[in-house]
């Protein structure tokens, strides 16, 4: 009598400690997780913590992470030193600009390589993929020779058109038109549809998430370009905001406090942007933008 009801209890000790394991791993991932976005945020923190501190206390030793007295001059004084709403306003028209040029050239791109069919598609694809394993530093002097002879220099067309087309978007875009049902396209079609009224009204709509993504991708990308603005331009009020930060650091001496005071504004357009775009940007990763058949 007493085994019988001993048996129960076992079974219950068994399953409570099963139904106790994944909780503990979810502990674990999570405590990771938690270190992991801490140990990546620290030097935000340090950077918006060092744009309040006077210039004394930056170099005090042993560091302190947060001022007694936190002071927002070197925010007023940023915009005396160096024309910082200009070149703000320079990158957000660069940034812009590219990402919508990539994303109207890009997906027709994508939409006849995933749609139309013509001889030689899988050949042409595969050069525009080829595309991808060339660095860019290896086409940076030939571009900045053409964009020379064409007299673009400190104009916005050399910072905008050499950036108006991009493989990977080519290729993600049409890994997301291959997820569409060919009979979505066939129905469009037979109701007298043209292909450009098929792209723009029944393809471009169900590649949304997709279009997000490499709008997030573009926008990230331009914003934070350095190289190509400094090469295409002489003129301090064509200058973008990573030439115009990078003006900030001298030969000898460097005012670091200024230097993250416009390192700290100028990551706020992409924080909105990704805040903004978040979900249409996970969404275009994970449900079809590497996908396809």
């Known amino acids: 009598m007493s085994k019988a009801l001993g048996q129960p209890d076992r079974a219950l000790a068994g399953k409570g400690r099963r139904s106790a394991l994944p909780s503990m791993i979810n502990w674990t991932v999570f405590l990771l997780l938690l270190a992991g976005a801490l140990s990546m945020s620290a030097p935000f923190v340090w950077m918006i913590s060092t744009s309040l501190k006077p210039a004394a206390e930056i170099f005090r030793y042993p560091p302190t992470l947060f001022t007694e007295q936190p002071q927002f001059g070197n925010y007023i004084r940023l915009f005396e030193v160096v024309p910082f709403a200009r070149m703000m306003l320079n990158s957000l028209i660069v940034s812009i600009s590219v990402t919508l040029l990539q994303l109207l050239v890009c997906s027709m791109a994508a939409f006849a390589f995933a749609r139309l069919r013509f001889r030689g598609r899988e050949t ?150 990704f805040i903004v775009g978040n979900r249409s940007f996970i969404k275009g990763i994970t449900s079809g933008g590497f996908g396809g058949r």
């Open 124 to 273: 042409l694809f595969l050069l525009y993929l080829s595309a991808l394993m060339i660095p860019s530093q290896v086409t940076l002097i030939p571009n900045f020779i053409l964009v020379r002879n064409l007299g673009w220099i400190d104009s916005y067309a050399a910072l905008i058109l050499p950036f108006a087309f991009s493989s990977f978007g080519t290729f993600l875009l049409r890994q997301a038109f291959l997820t569409v049902p060919r009979e979505l396209e066939e129905a469009a079609r037979i109701d007298g549809a043209t292909y450009a009224q098929v792209f723009w009204r029944v393809m471009l709509p169900l590649a949304r998430p997709a279009l997000g993504a490499l709008g997030i991708f573009t926008f990230v990308a331009q914003w934070n370009n350095f190289l190509w603005p400094l090469i295409t331009t002489t003129k301090p009020e064509m200058n973008t905001l990573t030439v115009g930060l990078s003006s900030l650091r001298g030969q000898y001496n460097t005012d670091w406090g200024l230097l993250m005071t416009g390192s700290v504004l100028a990551i706020l357009p992409i924080f909105i942007v």
